[in-house]
């Protein structure tokens, strides 16, 4: 996959009959330019895993904007490198599943970390042990865009920089 357009190296339709898909040791590579992802779709009934995957200059390395996203989404153990806009984005809106991101690097990213919108009641945003070197906070947002006021959240271990962090409601994780 060269991540030149819009198209996906992975694409996970709606009506596509999965329950666990797991994506391990897969790396996709773009051309540094604001295009391309790496995962792209929705399936309300499915759980994704993505694990030890590297994601390298790409637009949105893992992208839905369709209602719903996954019933379950895991980022564990991958990277993100010279990321130019969210690198984790399973919903637009209203995300409607679990939210899982620990231990990942994410590396000279520009766009912003993890954006979800509001999560529904019942469910839970896990980012933790994760590591920010060099990035930069999305332009017009921040690093993140998620409201779990109705939802869980547990977030801890992470650093950026260096230094111990824990992302604040400034910041864009309420």
Not at 140 to 146: C, H, P, R, Y
């Amino acid at each position: 996959y060269d991540g030149t357009n819009v198209n996906s190296g992975i694409v996970i339709n709606a009506e596509a009959e999965i329950e666990n898909l797991v994506v391990e040791g897969c790396s996709f590579v773009g051309t540094g330019e604001k295009k391309g992802r790496g995962i792209y779709g929705q399936n309300s009934a499915a759980t994704i895993t993505l694990k030890n995957c590297s994601f390298k200059d790409l637009g949105y390395p893992v992208y839905t904007m369709a209602a719903g996203g996954y019933a379950s989404l895991v980022v564990e153990g991958c990277t993100f490198e010279g990321i130019k806009s969210w690198a984790i984005m399973p919903q637009y809106n209203d995300y409607t599943g679990d939210l899982t991101v620990t231990g990942n690097q994410f590396i000279n990213c520009v766009g912003g970390l993890v954006k979800a919108g509001k999560f529904t009641a019942g469910h839970t945003f896990t980012f933790t042990n994760n590591t920010v070197t060099n990035s930069a906070e999305h332009p017009a947002k921040n690093w993140f865009t998620i409201n779990t006021a109705a939802a869980s959240k547990v977030v801890s271990g992470n650093t950026k920089e260096g230094q111990a962090w824990e992302p604040s409601e400034a910041e864009g994780l309420k």
